[in-house]
């Protein structure tokens, strides 16, 4: 690109057209205006004269310098000039271009893929050859032709684990030692911003073959992860973590069930420079149960998602109390062993049998005090309940049929038969056994037990033995449930296990068979297998390429990666969850040391191509050029030569004026990249229907805004004869408001108030006639204890009439469908309109709506049709969020007209004519 200090161009050799501006300057000079013609009538006698000579007239030096001012326009525009090119082109050579392609780059992705594109159109543009190495997928194109490195570009997804810069090293090195590649090349690093473990050597490798920049992402591409999420006695607690320690910031985090549905929603706070946050949430047990993923609101990446598998769903326990009670001291009574071994897992309910049966638990602990013959047990297990058992001197004294395995009668207590010299140890647990993989203590030690009566299949139900081989713990099927006996009693009295950790994790494994046996308890035998993947932004669906088995014996140890991404795995019935992040997720920068490495960042100023608006200002000032010349033509009597010039210098004005307008469309529209098609659409805005919303400078709130508003126009159409044009993003400090009948203003807590200039813009707005959407999206919750602090901020200065709630028969809720309430992603919050409009010059129409709904939340879509957002009440309350949209726009766009049709019958009835064919009813949903 050649450039002449802030300015460069894209194809220089045009400019050498400004060398034919003197001959253009000689041959205007040479050609006048064409002459006007008029009937003369003696035109004949003058004929018969003799001629004398005439020197032609030539054009005035006025014109031929406004007409070489539109070549010499035309000439740069077709030079693509840009404003503070961006150093795509600084290096020579062959290109590689490095895009760190992990989850940690998928809520910046779309800048990203806009500085990579930036920097392979530079390299085509000069000629040059560009390869591509995405370090999560540890795959390098070759060297090509860089045109064709464009569509590979267009292709490239993040994923949904961390780039792997060892491997994409030893991949980049294989293809060039191959010959795939020269020897020498520049390098542009797109960097997440996230050290890896092999940063040093990965720019030592790449700085050693030439020149290295590594392009770090800005401020507002700061990456946050969702680390943990563990449940806790009345709810769940959620851990976060994120890069650097930047300004205080809240996210929501969200609680999801099985249907999409949002269950809970809580909020997590970093303070100004903290990296790390955590949230918490109450949650009831049958409502916590129901949680299959924990989402952070408004971050769309693998990172910001939590899968549940059925290890997340906490059983309730029943513990049967003895019969009189136990009356024995706590650190003698089995019952407090056993319930503080399950405390921290399960919901633990505790009483007679009769009143835990009626909490309708998962399983039952039987100590052998509590010993039952009641057949309400026997029906509980037959019914698929969990039911386990300790043994005891009563049981060892008078066994009883709801046992897994017969027992041997009497003599095997303290004292008998099991009177070893030595206590027993517990043997390493079988690789068959559900308590496989589980370290046993080595002061577990058993001094008494009951015996098992040998059978033929008496090996199937054993899950553990001691060191000669007799079995401690047995296990059968009963019906659809499961009868579980520990040959020992659950407290000290006959072995030290119910002292060791290896007693509650045992239980633990026990007890997945009452949540349905996740990851901890199914076996250890089988492999298994994805059955749905997360991609890198966050969204479960099918997975992609051939994604390994896990051994089950490997699956605790297993890490995401593109053999074993994250989503949630099957082995049988059960259901396990691999997530991208985990307790040990770090998230510290990438050094600014690297070798060799020269560094850049991704939040300076953007280019601005000027190609567009040039192009657009040179066609314009062509037609003046025409409009001109017909009026020295005489062809416009009606327009002299001095109107002409007013005109033109009028003509020029507005075209200036427009252009900022014009420039700032175009690069919402095209990632900064103007055109002339824009530049056209912009100057034609008056003449379609389009919504416009506020831009905030959030990102992620401006895409949800952009993206619901386009659904709605979509909807709209479909359901209507109205035909809106894409949204609109809009500053109301520099916007012309008035070419949208509608917008959108989402407002957030920490919104500011508006300046002079654009409380003035939106007070002129209003009272022409516009209407303006304030959506504070949060359900109400941020007005319960008072005014929302940021619509308080931004109501500053805007001239605000007062306001009433919307209740049943405002037209708002009939304007097309007839609606009872007026949801949005979120339900149950008041909107407010004007409680007086009819006096106004809109018609009968409110100008300001305020809702809490998040309604633009509710319709976003993505390219795909996929909702970007999941919404409250599912896809029902979806559905009837689009139709409040669409009331919201048929209400703008066709005033009063509903109001006067509803009353049309009354009308007519008092006229006597109530009951005449044709009168108008209201449209049915």
Known sequence: MFSLGPIGFAAPWALAALVALPLLWLLLRATPPAPRHVVFAPLRLLQRLAQTPQTPRSAPWWLILFRLLAAAIIVLALAQPVWRPADTRAGGGPLLLVIDNGWQSAASWPRTLAQARAYAEGAAADGRQAALLLTADAQVSGFTDASQMLSRLEAARPQAWAPDRTTARAALEASLESGGGPARFETRWLSDGIAGNDDAAFARSLSERG???????????????LIAVNAAADGFEARLLRSGGGAAREIDVTAIGQDGQVIARTSARFESGASDAAASARLPLDLRNRVRSVRLDGVNSAGAVHLLDDSWQRPRIALIEPEGGDNRQPLLSDL??????????AELVRGPLEQVLADEPSGIVMVDAARSEDPAVAEFVEAGGVLIRFAGPRLAARSDDLLPVQLRAGGRLL???????EPQRIAPFADDS????????????????????????????????????????????????????????????WSDLPLTGTFPAMLRRVIALAEGAGAGGAGSEGNWQIDRALDGFGRLGAPAGQPQAIPASEFGSARPSPDTPPGIWQLGAASAALNATGPDTRLDPVARNLPGALYEFRDGLREQRLAGPLLALGLVMLIADIIIALAFAGRLPALRAPQAAAG??????????????????QQSAQGGQASAADTAEALDRALVV??????????????ISEAGLASLSSEVTRRSSIEPEAPRGIDPDEDELIFFPLIYWPVSADARPVSDAAAANINTYLRSGGMIIFDTRDGGAGTRGGAHPGLEQVMQGLEIPPLARVDSEHVLGRTFYLLRELP?????????????????????????????????????????????????????????????????????????????QVHVPAILERLGQGGQRGAPQPLEP
């Open 211 to 225: 020149r290295l920049t590594v392009s770090l992402p800005g401020a507002q591409d700061e990456v946050v992860a």
């Open 434 to 493: 559900p308590f496989a993989g589980l370290s046993v203590s080595e002061d577990a030690s058993i001094r008494s037990q009951v015996l098992a009566q040998p059978e033929a299949d008496l090996d199937r139900r054993v899950w553990a033995r001691l060191e000669d081989g007799t079995p401690l713990v047995t296990a059968d099927r009963r019906g659809e449930g499961w009868v579980i006996l520990f040959h020992v009693t659950a407290g000290p009295d």
């Open 648 to 665: 033109l210098s009028a003509l020029m004005a507005l075209m200036l004026a427009a252009q900022p307008q014009a420039e700032a469309w």
């Open 690 to 703: 389009r919504f416009g919303y506020v831009r905030t400078g959030n990102p992620e709130i401006d895409r």
């Open 824 to 900: 949005g992603r979120l339900g149950g919050g008041d909107v407010w309109v004007e409680s007086n409009p009819d006096g106004t010059a809109r018609d009968g129409v409110s100008g300001v709506i305020i809702g809490s709904a998040d309604w633009a939340g509710a319709w976003a879509r993505g390219d795909n049709g996929v909702p970007l957002l999941p919404v409250e009440g599912g896809e029902r309350q979806r559905e009837m969020a689009y139709r409040v949209g669409v009331n919201l726009a048929m209400y703008a766009l066709t005033g009063n007209y509903k109001t006067d």
């Open 336 to 345: 407090h062993y056993a319930s503080q071994a399950l405390a921290s897992h």
């Open 415 to 421: 004292g008998g038969a099991l009177n070893w010299e």
